[in-house]
T-cell receptor, first 114, second 114 residues
Framework: GENVEQHPSTLSVQEGDSAVIKCTYS??????FPWYKQELGKRPQLIIDIRSNVGEKKDQRIAVTLNKTAKHFSLHITETQPEDSAVYFC?????????????FGTGTRLLVSP | SAVISQKPSRDICQRGTSLTIQCQVD?????MFWYRQQPGQSLTLIATANQGSEATYESGFVIDKFPISRPNLTFSTLTVSNMSPEDSSIYLC???????????FGQGTRLTVV
């Protein structure tokens, strides 16, 4: 089955810096890669996603890149703000699974210091 | 989008007892999922709740321990049976409206077993 690895586990940056979180996946049949943000005590919420037919997607300060050959995808946050502090999870979904099953990475705790 | 109401939001239970968690969605959805999130950890899929058929359980999770009901397309329950302290965790329901679309999560149930 699909396996998703995520790095780093924690990331501390100064306000205004960029942050990059990387994930790798194992199943070459995976075709959907969302990123979720979870603030303390809150539910996970989608911030951006990418499908396997594109290599990059941007939404204001957030971008995701996908390298299908290398089987990895990354989240880029520019001009970080303290409110970006949260845990970020990547995920992947494989066409090989019989159901619409998401496999999540282990999470990255991002701390943005003012 | 999807509005998901999950309850209870938290509970403290005695070991050996059972707790049933409810998940209500504001409109019909085909796929509903139940996840467990242990403190500081990622989301682990317990099972996929299928309307009109038995739930599909992931490796390491069994129906006797986590029975699931899905009586209609807007409602599901997860029961945590014969609880032990190791079951202390956050349990989240999730829904998706279609293949490779956003997963929406309930607010979670924080369970503590004493």
């Amino acid at each position: 089955g699909e396996n998703v690895e995520q790095h780093p586990s924690t990331l501390s940056v100064q306000e205004g810096d960029s942050a990059v979180i990387k994930c790798t996946y194992s199943d070459s049949a995976s075709n959907y890669f969302p990123w979720y943000k979870q603030e303390l005590g809150k539910r996970p919420q989608l911030i951006i996603d990418i499908r396997s037919n594109v290599g990059e997607k941007k939404d204001q300060r957030i971008a995701v890149t996908l390298n299908k050959t290398a089987k990895h995808f990354s989240l880029h946050i520019t001009e970080t703000q303290p409110e970006d502090s949260a845990v970020y999870f990547c995920a992947a979904r494989s066409l090989n699974t019989g159901f619409q099953k998401l496999v999540f990475g282990t999470g990255t705790r991002l701390l943005v210091s003012p | 989008s999807a509005v998901i109401s999950q309850k209870p939001s938290r509970d403290i239970c005695q070991r050996g007892t059972s707790l049933t968690i409810q998940c209500q969605v504001d409109s019909q959805v085909t796929m509903m999922f139940w996840y467990r999130q242990q403190p500081g950890q990622s989301l682990t899929l317990i099972a996929t709740a299928n309307q009109g058929s038995e739930a599909t359980y992931e490796s390491g999770f069994v129906i006797d321990k986590f029975p699931i009901s899905r009586p209609n397309l807007t409602f599901s329950t997860l029961t945590v049976s014969n609880m032990s302290p190791e079951d202390s965790s956050i349990y989240l329901c999730s829904v998706e409206r279609g293949m490779n679309t956003e997963a929406f999560f309930g607010q979670g149930t924080r369970l503590t077993v004493v």
